[in-house]
Protein backbone atom coordinates (compact mmCIF):
# COMPACT_ATOMS: atom_id res chain seq x y z
CA UNK A 1 0.00 0.00 0.00
CA UNK A 2 1.26 3.21 -1.02
CA UNK A 3 0.12 6.67 0.84
CA UNK A 4 1.19 9.81 -0.91
CA UNK A 5 2.30 12.50 1.11
CA UNK A 6 1.74 15.74 -1.25
CA UNK A 7 2.25 18.45 0.80
CA UNK A 8 5.97 20.18 1.79
CA UNK A 9 4.86 20.61 5.39
CA UNK A 10 2.93 16.47 6.02
CA UNK A 11 6.24 15.78 4.82
CA UNK A 12 8.03 18.17 6.66
CA UNK A 13 6.12 16.89 10.38
CA UNK A 14 6.63 13.50 9.60
CA UNK A 15 10.09 13.91 9.01
CA UNK A 16 10.73 15.74 12.07
CA UNK A 17 8.23 13.24 13.96
CA UNK A 18 10.65 10.34 12.94
CA UNK A 19 14.01 12.44 13.98
CA UNK A 20 12.21 12.68 17.37
CA UNK A 21 10.91 9.57 17.84
CA UNK A 22 13.49 7.37 16.08
CA UNK A 23 11.00 5.66 14.08
CA UNK A 24 10.89 5.21 10.73
CA UNK A 25 8.25 7.59 8.94
CA UNK A 26 6.11 4.61 8.39
CA UNK A 27 5.61 3.74 12.10
CA UNK A 28 5.86 7.84 13.10
CA UNK A 29 2.97 8.25 10.81
CA UNK A 30 0.75 5.07 11.55
CA UNK A 31 1.36 5.73 15.02
CA UNK A 32 0.32 9.12 14.62
CA UNK A 33 -3.02 7.83 12.40
CA UNK A 34 -3.72 5.04 15.18
CA UNK A 35 -3.43 7.38 18.06
CA UNK A 36 -5.27 10.45 16.07
CA UNK A 37 -8.02 7.93 15.42
CA UNK A 38 -8.58 6.82 18.69
CA UNK A 39 -9.25 10.36 20.07
CA UNK A 40 -11.61 11.27 17.04
CA UNK A 41 -13.34 8.11 18.23
CA UNK A 42 -13.92 8.94 21.71
CA UNK A 43 -14.58 12.67 21.46
CA UNK A 44 -17.51 12.13 18.54
CA UNK A 45 -20.61 10.49 19.56
CA UNK A 46 -21.42 7.08 18.59
CA UNK A 47 -23.72 7.04 15.55
CA UNK A 48 -26.02 4.15 16.13
CA UNK A 49 -25.78 0.86 13.97
CA UNK A 50 -28.64 0.40 11.48
CA UNK A 51 -29.84 -2.81 14.21
CA UNK A 52 -29.87 0.33 16.51
CA UNK A 53 -31.15 2.25 14.19
CA UNK A 54 -34.52 -0.26 13.60
CA UNK A 55 -34.72 -1.06 17.29
CA UNK A 56 -36.21 2.50 17.77
CA UNK A 57 -37.99 2.93 15.11
CA UNK A 58 -39.72 -0.07 16.11
CA UNK A 59 -40.60 1.10 19.85
CA UNK A 60 -41.78 4.62 17.99
CA UNK A 61 -43.87 2.72 16.06
CA UNK A 62 -45.21 0.71 19.09
CA UNK A 63 -45.67 3.50 21.08
CA UNK A 64 -47.37 5.20 18.16
CA UNK A 65 -49.88 2.06 17.94
CA UNK A 66 -50.83 1.92 21.28
CA UNK A 67 -51.39 5.67 21.61
CA UNK A 68 -54.01 5.89 18.89
CA UNK A 69 -55.10 2.47 20.24
CA UNK A 70 -56.32 4.39 23.57
CA UNK A 71 -56.93 8.02 22.01
CA UNK A 72 -60.70 9.17 21.06
CA UNK A 73 -59.89 10.82 17.84
CA UNK A 74 -63.30 12.24 16.90
CA UNK A 75 -62.84 14.77 19.74
CA UNK A 76 -60.37 17.96 19.78
CA UNK A 77 -57.38 17.61 22.06
CA UNK A 78 -58.09 19.76 25.30
CA UNK A 79 -55.53 22.49 26.02
CA UNK A 80 -54.87 20.45 29.04
CA UNK A 81 -54.05 17.63 26.92
CA UNK A 82 -51.92 19.87 24.65
CA UNK A 83 -50.26 21.75 27.73
CA UNK A 84 -49.04 18.10 29.32
CA UNK A 85 -48.09 16.71 26.13
CA UNK A 86 -45.68 19.88 24.73
CA UNK A 87 -44.64 20.63 28.43
CA UNK A 88 -46.50 23.80 29.16
CA UNK A 89 -47.75 23.17 32.58
CA UNK A 90 -43.84 22.74 33.38
CA UNK A 91 -42.59 25.92 31.58
CA UNK A 92 -45.37 27.75 33.64
CA UNK A 93 -44.73 26.26 37.06
CA UNK A 94 -40.78 27.06 36.76
CA UNK A 95 -41.55 30.63 35.27
CA UNK A 96 -43.85 31.04 38.76
CA UNK A 97 -41.59 30.22 40.69
Known sequence: ????????????????????TGESMTEAVTKSL??????E???RPKRPTKKERAEEIA????????T?????????VTK????EVSGDNDLLKAMKR
Open 34 to 39: RERLER
Open 59 to 66: RIKAWLAE
Open 1 to 20: MALSIKTEEADRLARELSRL
Open 80 to 83: AEYD
Open 41 to 43: KTT
Open 68 to 76: RKNYDFSRP
